[in-house]
């Protein structure tokens, strides 16, 4: 199993950025996909973006396009997000997770991590 670790979380003003870590303990992330999800209080988690193992594909939720990149260093075993143009409506819980993307769907697999506190003020 892969235990991923988020890291990154904050508080920020709107407008302003985070980057956000999932680094893999255990089992490498090298060979899986991995995907970022949210959940703000009261809400279901939902899908942010995701990323192929090589790297070279992405996905993303249409609220994030063009403000949030995702991206891998396989070297560090540690997939980022970064977060630009943050809104309030963003403040989640962040959760990072190894599992499958075939075309533009991702399906979670395994174990999620603790996730990362964002916290947008306005």
């Known amino acids: 199993q892969v235990q991923p670790v988020e890291s990154g979380g904050g508080l920020v003003q709107a407008g302003g950025s985070l980057r956000l870590s999932c680094a893999a303990s255990g089992r490498t992330f090298s060979s899986r996909a991995v995907g970022w999800f949210r959940q703000a209080p009261g809400k279901e988690r939902e899908f942010v973006a995701a990323?192929?193992?090589?790297?070279?594909?992405?996905y993303y939720a249409d609220s994030v396009k063009g403000r949030f990149t995702i991206s891998r260093d396989s070297a560090k075993n540690t997939v980022y997000l970064q977060m630009n143009s943050l809104k309030p409506e963003d403040t989640a819980v962040y959760y990072c997770?190894?599992?499958?993307?075939?075309?533009?769907?991702?399906?979670?697999?395994?174990?999620w991590g603790q996730g990362t506190q964002v916290t947008v003020s306005s």
């Open positions: 997770n190894a599992g499958l993307l075939m075309g533009s769907s991702y399906t979670p697999m395994g174990t």
């Open positions: 990323i192929n193992w090589s790297g070279g594909r992405t």
